[in-house]
């Protein structure tokens, strides 16, 4: 069965305490995975894609990275403004661009 | 933003009673896809559409039924509701561009929360 599982639940983080998030997959046929970020009553806001083990994503604090495996996304040096929940999903070939997301991190970045 | 508006944002309503929720979108993408989020749960996925009348079921599709007879607009239907369809549900869109489908992320709602007594 595919499964895609994010680690931690929540995070709690104090300003410029650099941490990483896990999202870990079992699924067959890896086309893409993605990482999203969510505020608070919003719809998911997309970050990345990663495609193929090595490679790495940089969005200002926001670095993604993938392994067979699993995929890690660090906040570097993070401020209040990236308190969200961040969600992974991934996509199989053949699948019409569908999605399988994991439950996400709740992550809170206190001043 | 992409151009994605889901109405109503909030709608409370009584068990047995059909519900109807818009998905609107400006973009002109192929794909059109329904999630409810729920805690502990994360998205899943209810039904989506490939093309205009062209849906298939999702994970969570059993009470929900959807239409798609233009481009731009897709609906999901609760046909009787229940209390455990309470929940906040998204419309995400997509489209194959260039690179293929697998190249294309999701782009999604602000959703809508709805709450059934």
């Known amino acids: 069965e595919d499964q895609v599982t994010q680690s931690p639940e929540a995070l709690r983080l104090q300003e410029g305490e650099s941490s990483s998030l896990n999202c870990s997959y079992t699924?067959?046929?890896?086309?893409?995975l993605f990482w999203y970020r969510q505020d608070p009553g919003k719809g998911p806001e997309f970050l990345f894609t990663?495609?193929?083990a090595g490679e790495e994503k940089e969005k200002e604090r926001l670095k993604a990275t993938l392994t067979k495996k699993e995929s890690f996304l660090h906040i570097t040096a993070p401020k209040p403004e990236d308190s969200a929940t961040y969600l992974c999903?991934?996509?199989?070939?053949?699948?019409?661009?569908?999605?399988?997301f994991g439950a996400g991190t709740q992550v809170v970045v206190t001043p | 933003d992409a151009g994605i508006t889901q109405s109503p944002r909030h709608k409370v309503t009584e068990t047995g009673t059909p519900v109807t929720l818009r998905c609107h979108q400006t973009?002109?993408?192929?794909?059109m896809y329904w999630y409810r989020q729920d805690p502990g749960h994360g998205l899943r996925l209810i039904h989506y559409?490939?093309?205009?009348?062209?849906?298939d079921k999702g994970e969570v599709s059993d009470g929900y039924s959807v239409s798609r007879s233009k481009t731009e607009d897709f609906l999901l239907t609760l046909e009787s509701a229940t209390s455990s369809q309470t929940s906040v549900y998204f419309c995400?869109?997509?489209?194959?561009?260039?690179?293929?489908?697998?190249?294309?992320?999701?782009?999604f709602g602000d959703g809508t929360r709805l709450s059934i007594l």
């Open positions: 995400a869109i997509s489209d194959p561009g260039q690179g293929g489908y697998s190249n294309q992320p999701q782009h």
């Open positions: 699924v067959s046929g890896l086309r893409g």
């Open positions: 990663l495609y193929s």
């Open positions: 999903a991934v996509r199989k070939t053949d699948s019409w661009g569908k999605l399988q």
């Open positions: 973009e002109n993408h192929r794909y």
């Open positions: 559409s490939y093309g205009v009348k062209d849906t």
